[in-house]
């Protein structure tokens, strides 16, 4: 089956811009998290969906950022006022259930996000 | 307390040698313990994951050992082989909890010489 697929898988934006990454999880998969990786670091956590809800958006910097899950199948990050700092790699994650031992996260390959 | 520290920043075997990976945590909440390897350019993927019900856990040439007192975990990759060359992240959540964001440590990069 395949995978989590992530798009665009480079994008390259003006400062001020809007941008919006899209991710397809692994079908059937309930959750599905996303994540920022800036380069020589781990990923940190951005935001996660149980279904069409964010079920935990705290890890959202500020409210340039959004993202939304309409179906409970795909989502879109959306970044309004692309900043210099906001150039990472976007990661998006699935996992079949949220609860107990069934929390493990498949991750996509990302979306490399450079704001010149 | 959410943090995840993972030691070494990076680390240089020989083929065939047993490279370790440490990881230590602060918060006893965290109940469950996935390692991710990474290739530049890729997604992570899943190498192996643990609960604090057991004290070790092999899968293949990875084990994982855990001691919960400490509140240590540690990655062991056997025969290491220059294919296993790439960035590795311990991480934890809390699932039980309803915590299901997994927090992470700031990656190993292993290089195995030929």
């Known amino acids: 089956g395949a995978g989590v697929s992530q798009t665009p898988s480079n994008k390259v934006t003006e400062k001020g811009k809007y941008v919006e990454l899209r991710c397809d999880p692994i079908?059937?998969?309930?959750?599905l998290y996303w994540y920022r990786q800036s380069l020589g670091q781990g990923p940190e956590f951005l935001i996660y969906?149980?279904?069409?809800?964010?079920?935990?958006d705290s890890g959202l910097p500020n409210d340039r950022f959004f993202a939304v899950r309409p179906e409970g199948s795909v989502s879109t990050l959306k970044i309004q006022r692309t900043e210099r700092g906001d150039s990472a790699m976007y990661l998006c994650?699935?996992?079949?259930?949220?609860?107990?031992?069934?929390?493990?996260?498949?991750f996509g390959p990302g979306t490399r996000l450079t704001v010149l | 307390q959410q943090q995840v520290k993972q030691s070494p920043q990076s680390l240089i075997v020989q083929k065939g040698g047993i490279p370790i990976i440490n990881c230590a945590y602060e918060?006893?909440?965290?109940?469950?313990f996935p390692w991710y390897q990474q290739f530049p350019g890729k997604g992570p993927a899943l190498l192996i994951a643990?609960?604090?019900?057991?004290s070790e856990k092999k899968e293949g040439r990875f084990t994982i050992s855990f001691n919960k007192s400490a509140k240590q975990f540690s990655l062991h990759i056997m025969d290491s082989q220059p294919g296993d060359s790439a960035t590795y992240f311990c991480?934890?959540?809390?699932?039980?909890?309803?915590?299901?964001?997994?927090?992470f440590g700031t990656g190993t990069r292993l290089k195995v010489l030929a």
């Open positions: 991480a934890a959540s809390n699932p039980d909890s309803g915590t299901y964001k997994y927090i």
């Open positions: 994650a699935s996992s079949l259930f949220a609860s107990g031992s069934y929390n493990e996260q498949f």
């Open positions: 969906f149980q279904g069409t809800g964010a079920a935990d």
């Open positions: 643990i609960r604090p019900d057991v």
């Open positions: 079908s059937g998969h309930t959750a």
């Open positions: 918060n006893t909440a965290f109940d469950y």
